[in-house]
């Protein structure tokens, strides 16, 4: 027989042909085949011949008959049947002799795959020049191309030398089986045939006829009986391949074999030979890698202590290690060229791959098996809300979650093109991942924290930035970023890539404070724009719903699309936020101590617009505090509306006009403001009389609190120059840092109350809205609009909505609402597959037990100062609370809790991070904040008297209440 003949042992070169592969895999076992189809699309294979499943039955003949005889004894379900059977037949195969031919074949096969090379006496690989469609993750694999013929025509094949197990005259073999049905997308039958490795070529007859007889051993009867498979018909062939002396191997999955995440590719490696990896023998190093960015994502690095090798004999041996390699098994260009590999081969064979594979000691990589990658779970997604319930704290309408979900979208299509995102990429991501930015489980909106990282990784360079985003955003950190390249080509690529982020940056900087500015006259524009559509005079079709619509449509094309420089502006933020803090730490400063200087300063800082509503709504108390009469109302016992319709008397008309310029400029800062369902303070004017009534009664003076804070930047400064000191180039670069993350960080609170007011035009709309819906008969209530989606209620406008019924879809929701009010869900879910299964069923949080006196509670100290003071505890925020100098106690804040803590006496919350709206405004405000403490609203009952230590980022329990 030829090396390309399919006789009784087939050679290599005869599987490289795809128009036969389906009869390759009918005669040599899907193992075999696969190995053909990955010399055909140009992978290192090292060198194999197939005894066929033709010679193998031929070998087993003379015993087929007693086989299947002991077969119809079999009961899989019992342990000593299985045993009995299992053992007669293997005696039974193990005895037999090779028909001459088929041993003269074998010998034949041997001699070829022991030849001697220049390097080992195995010629010990071959690869087929694939077409170039085909050749993918085999960068840098170089062909000297000799003519071999193949069965179905020609092809080019390459020869390469590698170093393999044995010395120059005993080359080493590995011996597996190759059955039909096995590594198939199903079924597996992952380690229920024997392989042998380090087998003699003297040994590979026996070898041969011990896997024959493995495919009747006990686990493989059971398994193939537990997965409904016939025992009484086994085509089994043999596969004999020369062993690869292998410095590192291990196994690479496309995806992720647990997940079945395509986005995620996996691998698995070890020191020595391959077996150690695939049972579980020795420690392994885990790598994930993002496919999309060809970037790796997080890494377990095992403190290897083991490996396997050959044995002196035959078989193999578990090697202990005379010292503990702690270092990585792989370095990260070989990680990333096996996924590459891994996701091409996966292309070119039509499924994900699981995937065998070895590196010899000069670097080359080996490719030994592919299979489809079995029983995958589902994608997994990690929904938090770590930092959006800062925004959208407790339960959300349908509404307010399906425009957020909408403007998330365009914002951040736009903002990744701001970043360096080609039209490729953007193009890419359209459908699955802007759409996808946040997700809502039981009325509350989580950010989906899988789709940020993807939101990174898209653009080549960024992972660098993702530590600081962590960090700002106070969640858990899951990314590690990969270890720089050393040398090469990968280390110049890296530069290139950094370069041109920076560059991206730099550019996007420059242009920063004009399209700030923009984005102002563009709210201006359609602030004025819907005035003019509402105004009574004003014809009605200006406004009817389609109008309302169209209008909603371009504001979520047009001025949500210019918020992105919000986005930009916070990344610059967070990244000089974490690069001070940084500085800082590599001057010697503790963690701790470098938090909280960082944090100090920031105290102080001028010009932020978001404290303007809170200096107005001070001015308009001192204005109280001065007149005798309004004093006299103020701390009367009339209820807010009855103060308020009696400001509109002879002699209070001027203030209750000071009080409407109020509302018009800041009527849109209100507690929960970005949810649709929250009126702004025009619809209820009242509830600016018990925010007044706080402040008159705690005697807060704006001044005084700037004065003090800008006492504590100071000092702040002080200890930074004590720190530079004589350190003039470090120096000037922390002045540089500092002054842009103050500056950002400003912006960045000046956008949030341009983000309010663009809210309150939606709401305007979808009040109108309401109410013509109403009028019309579709709602009951005007309000009943909260509970439709936006996708509803364009549906309903224009014909295309498939349930007409929007009282019972309304009715339905509310009940749900009702129902899930009580519920307390965790800040993170984590779901398998459809996200609905798990989000159905979710793992609440359950009260945290009672805490005793004494007890400390700790956080991320955000606004130093320290106060003693009783607990007030919100769950839900209050307009009408009264508060004077409590220290309150909140799950959440968001930005119109401003009015709040200004009467307050500090602040402390469940949710939050030191870039957070409510740190901010703490530090401006000269009000103690600590954040991120976990459960305190379950720990800490109002009344309860507190210290609260906004420097340490703890909040102490004195005394409990009634104690």
Request: hydrophobic content about 45%; overall charge negative; aromatic content about 6%.
């Amino acid at each position: 027989m030829t090396e390309t003949t399919l006789g009784a042992v087939v050679q290599a070169a005869a599987l490289t042909n795809a128009a036969t592969a389906q009869t390759h895999a009918a005669r040599v076992g899907a193992k075999a085949a696969n190995l053909g189809r990955l010399l055909a699309a140009g992978h290192r294979v090292p060198a194999f011949a197939v005894v066929s499943k033709d010679a193998c039955a031929r070998i087993l003949a003379p015993v087929a008959g007693p086989i299947a005889d002991l077969l119809a004894t079999l009961d899989h379900t019992d342990p000593t049947s299985l045993r009995a059977v299992s053992a007669a037949i293997r005696a039974l195969i193990t005895a037999r002799t090779f028909p001459d031919d088929i041993h003269a074949e074998l010998d034949a096969a041997l001699d070829v795959l022991v030849e001697p090379g220049p390097r080992s006496t195995a010629r010990a690989v071959h690869t087929v020049a694939p077409p170039a469609d085909a050749q993918h993750g085999n960068a840098g694999v170089e062909h000297s191309a000799t003519s071999l013929g193949s069965e179905g025509g020609s092809s080019e094949t390459s020869e390469t030398r590698v170093s393999v197990v044995g010395s120059a005259c005993r080359v080493r073999l590995a011996v597996r089986s190759s059955v039909s049905g096995e590594d198939s997308a199903t079924d597996s039958f992952a380690g229920q045939l024997d392989t042998l490795l380090n087998v003699a070529p003297e040994g590979v007859a026996p070898a041969v006829l011990d896997v024959l007889a493995s495919a009747y051993s006990e686990r493989s009867l059971f398994y193939r009986a537990h997965r409904g498979l016939d025992n009484a018909t086994i085509d089994c062939a043999v596969l004999i391949q020369v062993l690869v002396d292998s410095a590192v191997s291990g196994v690479v999955f496309s995806c992720n074999p647990q997940t079945g995440d395509p986005t995620e590719a996996v691998v698995s490696a070890a020191l020595g030979l391959g077996e150690g990896v695939v049972a579980g023998t020795v420690e392994c190093d885990t790598f994930f890698v993002d496919n999309a960015s060809h970037t790796i994502t997080s890494r377990v690095i095992a403190d290897k202590q083991s490996r396997v090798v050959a044995g002196s004999g035959s078989g193999t041996t578990i090697e202990q290690l005379a010292d503990t390699v702690a270092a990585a098994a792989l370095t990260d260009v070989q990680v990333l060229e096996l996924t590459a590999t891994a996701t091409g081969v996966a292309e070119t064979f039509g499924a994900p791959q699981d995937i065998e594979w070895a590196y010899d000691d000069d670097g080359t990589l080996f490719l030994l098996q592919a299979r489809p990658v079995t029983a995958t779970g589902a994608r997994e997604t990690i929904f938090d809300n770590v930092n959006v319930a800062e925004s959208y704290p407790g339960m959300s309408s349908p509404l307010t979650f399906s425009i957020l979900r909408a403007a998330y979208e365009q914002v951040f299509r736009a903002c990744h093109r701001d970043f360096g995102a080609t039209d490729t990429i953007v193009e890419r991501n359209a459908a699955s991942l802007y759409p996808y930015l946040v997700g809502t489980a039981h009325g509350r909106i989580y950010y989906n924290i899988s789709n940020w990282y993807r939101l990174f990784l898209q653009i080549p360079g960024m992972e660098f930035a993702i530590e600081g985003w962590e960090a700002a955003l106070n969640i858990e950190n899951r990314y590690q970023r990969p270890a720089a390249p050393k040398r090469g080509i990968a280390r110049g690529r890296m530069y290139l890539l950094r370069l041109r982020v920076i560059a991206i940056i730099a550019f996007g900087w420059l242009r920063l404070r004009r399209r700030l500015r923009a984005f102002f006259v563009e709210l201006a524009a359609f602030t004025a724009d819907l005035d003019r559509r509402l105004a009574p005079e004003t014809p009605e079709r200006e406004r009817d719903p389609h109008a309302l619509l169209e209008w909603m449509e371009r504001c979520l094309h047009e001025l949500v699309p210019a918020y992105s420089v919000q986005i930009f502006n916070d990344f610059i933020a967070q990244q000089m936020f974490h690069v001070v803090g940084l500085l800082l730490e590599r001057e010697g400063l503790g963690e701790t101590e470098a938090i909280t200087l960082r944090n100090e300063l920031f105290c102080g800082e001028e010009g932020v617009d978001s404290v303007d509503p809170v200096r107005s709504a001070l001015a308009l108390t001192a204005t109280v505090g001065d007149d005798a009469g309004l004093r006299e109302l103020f701390e009367g016992p009339l209820a807010a509306p009855q103060v308020w319709k009696a400001l509109a008397q002879n002699g209070f008309t001027d203030f209750r006009a000071a009080c409407l310029r109020h509302i018009a400029l800041f009527g849109d800062r209100t507690v929960d403001e970005l949810k649709l369902e929250t009126d702004p303070l025009g619809e209820h004017p009242e509830r600016l009389v018990p925010m007044l009534r706080n402040y008159l009664r705690g005697g807060q003076n704006i001044d005084h609190m700037a004065a003090r804070e800008k006492l504590i930047r100071r000092a702040a400064e002080d200890t930074a120059a004590t720190v530079f000191r004589g350190k003039l180039g470090r120096r000037m670069v922390f002045r540089f840092a500092l002054a842009r993350a103050r500056e950002h960080v400003k912006q960045r609170e000046n956008m949030r109350l341009g983000r309010s007011r663009s809210f309150g035009l939606v709401k305007r709309v979808f009040r109108e809205y309401g109410r013509q819906m109403h009028a019309t008969g579709l709602l009951e209530q005007p309000r009943d609009i909260f509970w439709l989606t936006y996708e509803e209620i364009a549906a309903l406008t224009r014909g295309t909505a498939v349930d007409t019924n929007v009282a019972r879809i309304v009715a339905t929701r509310k009940h749900d609402h009702e129902v899930w009010h009580a519920e307390e869900l965790p800040s993170r879910i984590i779901t398998s597959g459809i996200a609905a299964t798990t989000i159905n069923n979710p793992s609440f949080d359950h009260p945290s037990p009672a805490v005793a006196s004494g007890a400390v509670l700790r956080g991320i100290g955000c606004a130093p100062g320290r106060v003693e003071a009783p607990a007030l505890v919100l769950t839900t925020p209050d307009p009408d609370v009264v508060i004077d100098g409590q220290i309150l106690v909140a799950s959440t804040t968001d930005p119109g809790w401003v009015f709040l803590m200004v009467a307050a006496g500090g602040l402390v919350s469940e949710k939050g991070s030191v870039l957070s709206h409510t740190a901010i405004i703490g530090r401006e405000l000269g009000i103690p904040t600590v954040v991120g403490v976990a459960g305190v609203t379950r720990r800490v009952s109002s009344g309860d008297t507190l210290i609260l230590d906004g420097k340490a980022g703890t909040a102490t329990i004195v005394q409990e209440e009634g104690l």
